[in-house]
T-cell receptor, first 113, second 114 residues
Framework: AQSVTQLDSQVPVFEEAPVELRCNYS??????LFWYVQYPNQGLQLLLK??????LVKGINGFEAEFNKSQTSFHLRKPSVHISDTAEYFC???????????FGRGTSLIVHP | DAGVIQSPRHEVTEMGQEVTLRCKPI?????LFWYRQTMMRGLELLIY????????DSGMPEDRFSAKMPNASFSTLKIQPSEPRDSAVYFC????????????FGPGTRLTVT
């Protein structure tokens, strides 16, 4: 069974600093990869996705992620965070041929002024 | 499109009562998922429907939980009888066919069982 590990449960950072949220998954077979963001009292929204092609994927709000097949990782980055980026971030992996994604436990990004 | 619609947004009930949560997926989406989110267990998949048919219900905790999808535009998740440990935020998500399969989540129903 697929598993997804988000290595940090909480990441505090100062405004305008860069940030990286880490995600590793268990299987190296064909996968589709997603990052979702959840703001307080809201549902999850898609930030970006990797399906195929370029390993560097750009998403909304200035976020990007890089797919590394050999390390089975899909880390999320932003060069300069804003207070409004404070939220919970979820990595999800869907194996090819499956309709069901596996979600990580989430990483709470806390941006301090 | 209005997105995935869930009702009610908040539900407070007493232990032993029946609770029904409702979901309207995005029009044209043929897959529907029910999730439960708690601090302890994170985001758990309860059940997955494809074309209104339950495909995977292995995440349904026990017989007290049941879900239906009578048509493409409506689904319910019922808990009977409810228990305090059912307190959580319940999300409905839908997705379309094709290779992307990203999910569109509703705003959730916050259930409190006292």
């Amino acid at each position: 069974a697929q598993s997804v590990t988000q290595l940090d449960s909480q990441v505090p950072v100062f405004e305008e600093a860069p940030v990286e949220l880490r995600c590793n998954y268990s299987s190296s077979v064909s996968v589709y990869l997603f990052w979702y963001v959840q703001y307080p009292n809201q549902g999850l929204q898609l930030l970006l996705k990797y399906l195929s092609g370029s390993t560097l994927v750009k998403g909304i709000n200035g976020f990007e992620a890089e797919f590394n097949k050999s390390q089975t990782s899909f880390h999320l980055r932003k060069p300069s965070v804003h207070i409004s980026d404070t939220a919970e971030y979820f990595c999800a992996v869907r194996p090819g041929g499956s309709y069901i994604p596996t979600f990580g436990r989430g990483t709470s990004l806390i941006v301090h002024p | 499109d209005a997105g995935v619609i869930q009702s009610p947004r908040h539900e407070v009930t007493e232990m032993g009562q029946e609770v029904t949560l409702r979901c309207k997926p995005i029009s044209g989406h043929n897959s529907l998922f029910w999730y439960r989110q708690t601090m302890m267990r994170g985001l758990e998949l309860l059940i997955y429907f494809n074309n209104n048919v339950p495909i995977d219900d292995s995440g349904m905790p026990e017989d007290r939980f049941s879900a239906k999808m009578p048509n493409a535009s409506f689904s319910t998740l019922k808990i009977q009888p409810s228990e305090p440990r059912d307190s959580a935020v319940y999300f409905c998500a839908s997705s379309s066919g094709g290779n992307s399969y990203e999910q569109y989540f509703g705003p959730g129903t916050r259930l409190t069982v006292t």
